[in-house]
Structure formats: structure tokens, C-alpha cells
């Protein structure tokens, strides 16, 4: 079994691990990570995931063998997406990426954990969670640019929103290797860690968000997710709307425990 999940209370950490071929994507590795997070985002006692690549790889990509080994005439319908896609949340409306979870739009926050390689598809994968812990020796590349083969995994997508289109552009058409401090000073990840830390810092972050009221953590991380190409008054309304709910059924009654006492001077323990 390539695809495990570990569950400490809210957290899970939903591991990869295919080590010997640096965890480099197969169709059942894929398949299982993204039944894997679909079960997480089901569950109503997880509330944030780390996504791990065990043995010192995060993931090296979509894996070339199976590629070359596709059939003609229509090698990729399976992966091909409707025009008219629906909510994009449940796997139900939407066909499973080549990197299995890659088109999944969750309500739960996801950290990626990355040691060593996270390049090509690998680096997409880290991409669709929501912010990046790297060891200080890992590093991103779309390395797939010397084989002819492009970003199908939201790499095109997700990249120019992080970096800007130009930095972007950049990256996508060299394929050159992006070590961990470069990461970090682009905004491609957020935090950089010693070698064989990256999994313990993720998960120290994942307790400290799962501690807070979820109902408005993950309203505000859907506002963030939302706001993408609307205008700024359009934006500033979804925002209002889709929080306006959450205010009412959780914020005031949060109020009510600060007037009380608790959570003052930036202190809360999630009691």
C-alpha cells in the first residue's frame, strides 16, 4: 500500500510512500491519495491535513514509465475535464488529475510537508495546498520541460497567483531547479526547516489552526480562495456574504468569551 493516513486527533497526515521511485506518481498512488483526501474532507473530526512524501522525497512527478505506456488514440480522455464543471469539492463532478487530488477543491486547509524533490507534477501537488513547509536541501522544478510534457496538474493556475506571471513564466519555461531559501524568498513556501523537520513543523502548525473555531477559519480561507479575479467590490461582497454566517453562529458567541476573559494578549489554547 503505497498511501497511508496517520490521525492525531483533528490532524491528519496523509502519507505518500513510494520511496523507490522517489514517490514519483503511478495511477494507484494517485487514485489513493485522492480517496484519501476526499475521506478527510468527509470526516467531521479532521480538520487540517499534512501531505508527506515519505523517504526524502515529497514527489518526483507524474511517473514517466506508466506515461510512455498509455494507449493510443485518445491517451488522456479518462483525465479530460467538461466545460461545465460543477462544485469541484466531492470527486463526483469533476475527473481525478494525473497527480490524484490535484482538481480538488476542499473546505479543509492542507499543508504540504516537502523533503528533497517536489518537482514537475510533484511540484503542482505542493502547490495545491494551501502553504508550503520545505527542508532547507528541497527544492521545486518543473523538470517535466526537457520531456515535452506540460503542467496539467493547475501548475499554470496556481504558480502566477503565488509568484506574478512574470516570475512564473520564468520558471515554467527554463525548468530550472528552485532550492528551498529561493522558494521562501518568492512566496513558494512559507516556511524553511532543517533536513527531516519538514513533517514535524507542518504538523505543530496543523494543531495550532485545527485549535481555533473552524467554522471561521475555513470561511476566511474560502473568502482568500474566492476573491481570485473578482473585482474589489465584488470581492469585498462575497467576502461579507459567505462570512455573515459564520459571524452570526460563531463570532458572537467568541465575543462572549473574550468579554469573559479569555484570549486576551494573543493567548488561546483552544479550550
Not at 95 to 113: C, H, Q, T, W
Not at 165 to 189: N, P, S
Not at 245 to 266: K, M, N, Q, Y
Request: aromatic share 8%; with cysteine; hydrophobic share 40%.
Amino acid at each position: 500500500m503505497t498511501v497511508r493516513i496517520e490521525k492525531s486527533g483533528p490532524v491528519w497526515t496523509v502519507i505518500h510512500s513510494r520511496a523507490e521511485a522517489r514517490n514519483a506518481m503511478d495511477g494507484d498512488s494517485a487514485e489513493a491519495l485522492y480517496r484519501s483526501f476526499l475521506e478527510f474532507e468527509n470526516d467531521d473530526d479532521a480538520s487540517v491535513a499534512v501531505f508527506w512524501g515519505e523517504g526524502g522525497a515529497f514527489c518526483a512527478g507524474w511517473d514517466l514509465k506508466q506515461a510512455a505506456s498509455l494507449e493510443e488514440p485518445n491517451p488522456l480522455s479518462d483525465l479530460a475535464i467538461p466545460i461545465d464543471g460543477g462544485d469541484h469539492g466531492n470527486g463526483s463532478d469533476i475527473p481525478m488529475g494525473a497527480m490524484g487530488p490535484s482538481r480538488l477543491e476542499l473546505n479543509k486547509p492542507v499543508i504540504a510537508a516537502v523533503a528533497g524533490p517536489a518537482v514537475a507534477g510533484g511540484m503542482e501537488l505542493a502547490l495545491w495546498c494551501d502553504f508550503r513547509v520545505m527542508e532547507e536541501s528541497a527544492y521545486f522544478g518543473v523538470y517535466c520541460r526537457r520531456w515535452g510534457i506540460p503542467l496539467i496538474d493547475g501548475g499554470t493556475v496556481r504558480l502566477p497567483r503565488l509568484v506574478g506571471e512574470g516570475r512564473a513564466l520564468e520558471l515554467i519555461l527554463t525548468g530550472r531547479q528552485v532550492m528551498a531559501d529561493e522558494c521562501e524568498r518568492l512566496g513558494l513556501c512559507e516556511y524553511v526547516v532543517p533536513d527531516g523537520r519538514s513533517r514535524e513543523k507542518a504538523e505543530e502548525l496543523a494543531r495550532q489552526i485545527a485549535a481555533f473555531p473552524q467554522l471561521c477559519a475555513r470561511a476566511d480561507r474560502r473568502s482568500v480562495r474566492k476573491q481570485h479575479g473578482l473585482p474589489i467590490r465584488d470581492a469585498l461582497a462575497q467576502e461579507w456574504h459567505n462570512s455573515r454566517p459564520v459571524l452570526e453562529a460563531e463570532g458572537i458567541t467568541g465575543a462572549g468569551r473574550f468579554s469573559s476573559g479569555e484570549g486576551r494578549h494573543g493567548k488561546f489554547d483552544g479550550s
